[in-house]
């Protein structure tokens, strides 16, 4: 029986592309600003966020993106020019998970209907479990996602490349720093949905990473980043879909990686010549 077919797969592979667009545009700039670290520790923001919106009864989708978004302004605000560092990122990053095991105690413990697979879905994703309005959303956001990262992709490369240069340009370089981060805050909260937060880092730094090997023009990258990681979640899910034991988290993550890999083996590092779209 063809795929298609499926409610479940067609829901995924539209919450999906759509998720993954979304990250291939946002991992590119957080690969270009060295800001992967951010990336990680907003995917445990997002796991305490879920956690504790589930424990206090409230949507889980009302705790990751109001946790995420919350303390992706908190980093940049404490970061230099918008720009988080290791130390405001590990003030953050110390406590937020033991944070999140808390409230997944708390949720398993007081709420009557709870159970322990709360936890495992946020931490891995249930994209095969999406709902067609779930995944209409999940489009939705990441478009918009999308249409804003788009939108300041000029300024924004021309203060990651030379932040010294943008604001003696009079380019809003703390500014831009901050709604860069909430663009990736809000793309870790959907992604969560879909892959997981355990998993969401190398979907935003992998295909991003392979793109800046294979090219050194920065909007060919960009649009490269988004392309591999579409490419990637469509691989994981057919994979899964033709080997029903293996959960479509862990191929997705399989082929990022391995495309990450190939890259490695057989492309030699590229010397950026992002200045030279200015």
């Not at 298609?4 to 979304?22: K, N």
């Not at 931490?123 to 999940?138: D, K, V």
């Amino acid at each position: 029986m063809c795929a298609f077919s499926h409610p479940y797969f067609v829901h995924a592979l539209l919450a999906g592309t759509a998720i993954a667009l979304a990250a291939g545009l946002v991992g590119y700039f957080l690969v270009l600003r060295a800001q992967v670290f951010t990336g990680d520790a907003l995917s445990h923001v997002a796991f305490t966020g879920a956690l504790a919106a589930l424990a206090f009864g409230y949507d889980l989708r009302l705790g990751l993106f109001g946790a995420t978004v919350l303390l992706a302004v908190v980093i940049g605000v404490l970061g230099k020019h918008g720009r988080a560092d290791d130390v405001a990122i590990g003030n953050v990053f110390s406590w937020i998970l033991g944070l999140g095991v808390f409230f997944l105690t708390l949720y398993t413990t007081s709420r009557g209907t709870a159970d322990g697979t709360a936890g495992v879905t946020v931490l891995f994703g249930s994209i095969f479990g999406l709902s067609a309005q779930q995944a209409w959303l999940a489009a939705a956001v990441s478009a918009g996602i999308c249409l804003a990262v788009l939108a300041v992709a000029r300024p924004l490369l021309f203060a990651s490349v030379d932040e010294a240069v943008a604001a003696a340009r009079r380019v809003p370089v703390r500014a831009l720093g901050i709604v860069f981060l909430v663009l990736v805050g809000a793309t870790a909260a959907e992604a969560t949905q879909a892959i997981g937060s355990l998993l969401l880092l190398g979907l935003l730094a992998a295909p991003a990473g392979t793109a800046q090997r294979l090219t050194d023009r920065p909007y060919r990258a960009l649009a490269l980043s988004a392309g591999l990681a579409v490419a990637d979640v469509w691989a994981g899910l057919a994979l899964s879909y033709a080997v029903p034991q293996l959960p479509p988290s862990f191929t997705i993550m399989a082929v990022v990686t391995a495309v990450y890999v190939v890259s490695l083996a057989v492309v030699r590092p590229r010397t950026r010549a992002v200045a030279a779209a200015w």
